[in-house]
């Protein structure tokens, strides 16, 4: 992309994925729960908005209004893979109809949609160089 054609960095920009609002949150995969919350409310800075032990993740504000930064345990067992640890969730208006329109440009989900009624619901899938992307609603 040429100087003369780049899109501006700030502001909205127009998107082609059907019904996406926003980035929604970050998520973070950790090995220790308590010592990551601990890492970022008191060495990072950033204030904790919610916590499941019990579930392995906790929200924490990121001062951008409805953009959140989650953690959560690594559930496949064993370390962290180092820089890969980060999944970019984009809210979507409806998550059926945005993943019916990604399937259709041939990208292939990892599971079906996570998540139920009164819950946020999610599907995720993978990048070219297989770092996970998820989209999300709010139901």
Do not use: I
Request: proline share 4%.
């Amino acid at each position: 992309m040429s100087e003369t054609t780049r899109a501006p960095r700030r502001g909205r920009r127009e998107v082609e994925l059907e019904g996406l609002k926003q980035l929604a949150l970050v998520w973070v995969w950790v090995s220790d729960l308590r010592a990551a919350v601990a890492f970022y409310r008191d060495q990072v800075g950033l204030k904790l908005s919610y916590l499941d032990e019990a579930g392995g993740w906790a929200f924490l504000a990121t001062g951008a209004e409805g953009v959140d930064f989650g953690l959560q345990v690594w559930p496949f067992g064993g370390p962290v893979p180092r820089g890969g640890g980060a999944c970019p969730v984009f809210e979507v208006v409806s998550l059926a109809t945005a993943c019916d329109a990604l399937k259709g440009r041939g990208v292939e989900f990892e599971a079906d949609v996570e998540g139920g009624e009164g819950a946020r619901r999610h599907a995720t899938f993978h990048d070219l160089d297989g770092n996970p992307v998820m989209l999300t609603q709010n139901w």
